[in-house]
């Protein structure tokens, strides 16, 4: 039975037309073989209903041909006993308990997927878009994860490519070669823990500062990628992470301030190698905040105590702006060349930009990279849709020049990035600064004597 065939019978059974269904209404339904609650949970509108038990195995072999990518998905994460939880009507989303969705519409053309939080970008997670033709740049772009039915045509588009994808790129990977993958640990502040056994390793405690539920409840897409870039950056640094209240500003930063300080406390008791020497801050705290001129001091205070602070405050830190950059996944992520501007940017508005202004943005890799998917064991592909959190993960890289010079400072750290980048042209526009890891790895094993 597939979710179209099941959703006639919902809405046979649902007599009143308002997605819930009574008791009585389930006694006298012919829904066999399925439970489907009566009532909507608290926190869900309208559009909300839940399913439990749902198996769209067929018994007739030759009708297998013919199921749909999510019939096949679904039957294929049931038989795994992993079960579906409910069911969004409105955006036609199922949801499964490995924190998995699927999405239940046929997809005849591009435009039919959905979009992703970016602007002009597809989200193709849990979607069958193994029926339309794509160009090479249409799959590449788009968010991809694991339960994406693609065709072997773009299958084998996606394989072809993918070792460029796992990369970080911008000569991160040479540091690692040369044994240079992290010194002491790397705190992240973000939203609640959610483990992958790609870092969980790593993770050596998580912190509920905000009195949330935390990981064992709903665990967030958010934090599982950038701790996955973090991991990426600096494979052997340890991970220490810290969740937050995400929706009340003064409550936040005050949060904030609790756990600078918390690591600043701590740091005075452990050794070297196990003091957290990068705190990343996976939201942004701008000057109509609650509290940012204290916050600013606080991060200074960390910053002379030997913490690199990755955020969007590099301007106020260290006089520079640490943003992100796109690529091109199908070029050498190590190149200069392959590089270009996130989507929302058009070089065409940097023309009459000042050189001197532009020297000052260092430009890090956001775009076109696999991550952790909130599963806790697959992993996700961001095309174009990676935002600048995603480049404020890669502040974990401070860690692995720690493996060259252990009391590097975080202010020389910077100074010796922007020193030793490349120039990004796009278009013929210059457009900021290329980190370039592997110039700024062999002038500092020089200066160090390595």
Known sequence: MNINSLLQIFKSVDKNNDLIISEQELKNSNI?????????KPDMDINYFIIHGLSVESENKEDDKNMSGFDKMNAKLVSKGIKPCWYNAK????????NVRLYTKAIENYDDIPEAATEGVKDATG???????LTDEQLL?????DYTT????????????????????????????????????VALLDNKYCPHDMYKEKVRSSIDIGNNINSSDNPHWHTAAMLSIMHKTAPDAEMVHYCFTDTDQKIQTNQLAEA?????????TLPDDKKVRTIVIGWGFYPQNPNYEENIALCKKAIDAGIFICSNNAKELYGIEWDGTDRNPKGDVNSPQSYSLAVWENENGLKNTKKEYLDKFLRVPMN??????????????????????????????????????????????????????????????????????????KKLESEAGN
């Open 32 to 40: 066999k073989g399925s439970v489907w609650e009566s009532r909507l």
């Open 91 to 98: 955006t036609e989303y199922m949801f499964y308990d490995n």
């Open 127 to 133: 979607a069958d878009i193994s029926k339309l033709q």
């Open 141 to 145: 772009n788009m968010v991809i994860d």
């Open 150 to 185: 693609m065709s072997d045509e773009q299958g084998a588009v996606f394989d072809k490519y993918k070792h460029n994808m796992d990369k970080m790129g911008c000569g991160i990977e040479s540091l690692h070669e040369k044994g240079y993958t992290g010194y002491g640990a």
């Open 260 to 268: 600078i300080n918390d690591i600043i406390e701590k740091n005075e």
């Open 368 to 441: 076109h990279l696999t991550i952790a998917h909130k599963d806790g064991k697959s992993i996700q592909y961001e095309g174009s849709d990676g935002g600048v959190c995603w480049a404020k993960s890669v502040g974990a890289l401070y860690n692995d020049f720690l493996s060259i010079k252990h009391d590097l400072k975080p202010q020389e750290f910077i100074d010796l990035l922007v020193e030793t980048s490349d120039e990004l042209n796009v278009n013929g526009v210059y457009c900021g600064r290329l980190l370039n890891a592997e110039a700024a790895m």
